[in-house]
């Protein structure tokens, strides 16, 4: 249901398709919650093999917050956590890199949906969280859509008055992320949008 409900709010649609465009084939074009048809089929031992595999001592951060002595910590945790083990299983591999195909380009793609207002979303490919850009990246988007003092919500907003919602991101991703502007708008406005944040 909570997929289905996907296509039932204009942001959640409007995002699904933006990274079906911008990530093609590769993981980061795919819902995080899957589509309907792969997780119908999951079963019950498919789920239990995951964990077995995955969830294993060596893969765990343990965080402790709180009044407790480190004595009693250790305590508690030999009590409790002392039989889990790898069971000579080894940690999963370093998920597979995919590589993001760099595009070319503008695409402006419009979707007919059933709602009632506008959505505007302007995407580029950038840089993974590793590259020395990252930190400039996020800067950016910050001041450019990060709250109500941000220039987006100061130009397009106080200035022109439109947009009820808006914003700039900028996702830390181990690949290639994307920069994102994007504002929702009256239907007859989605042009001014456009040129203003262009």
């Known amino acids: 249901s909570e997929i289905a409900a996907v296509e039932d ?9 933006l990274n079906r465009r911008l990530y093609g084939p590769h993981p980061y074009a795919r819902l995080v919650l899957g589509e309907s048809s792969t997780v119908e089929s999951l079963t019950r031992e498919d789920l239990a093999a995951y964990h ?29 956590l002392s039989a889990w083990t790898t069971n000579g299983r080894a940690a999963p591999s370093r998920p597979q890199e995919f590589g993001v195909a760099v595009r070319v380009g503008q695409e402006i793609v419009h979707l007919q949906k059933k709602f009632q207002q506008g959505y505007l979303m302007i995407a580029t490919l950038a ?10 990246l996020k800067l950016a988007s910050a001041m450019l859509g990060g709250g109500m003092s941000s220039r987006l919500f100061m130009t397009l907003r106080e200035r022109y008055g439109l947009g009820y919602e808006l914003a700039a991101v900028y996702p830390s991703k181990m690949e290639t992320s994307k920069f994102v502007s994007y504002i929702g708008v009256d239907p007859s406005q989605l042009d001014a949008a456009y040129r203003l944040m262009m």
Request: glycine share 4%; proline share 12%; hydrophobic share 40%.
């Open 9 to 17: 709010h204009i942001a959640d649609a409007t995002s699904r398709e």
């Open 127 to 136: 840089p993974p969280v590793g590259s020395p850009d990252a930190p400039a």
């Open 52 to 80: 077995r595999r995955v969830c294993i001592p060596r893969n765990a951060v343990l965080a402790v917050v709180g009044p407790i002595r480190r004595e009693a910590l250790q305590a508690l945790l030999d009590s409790t």
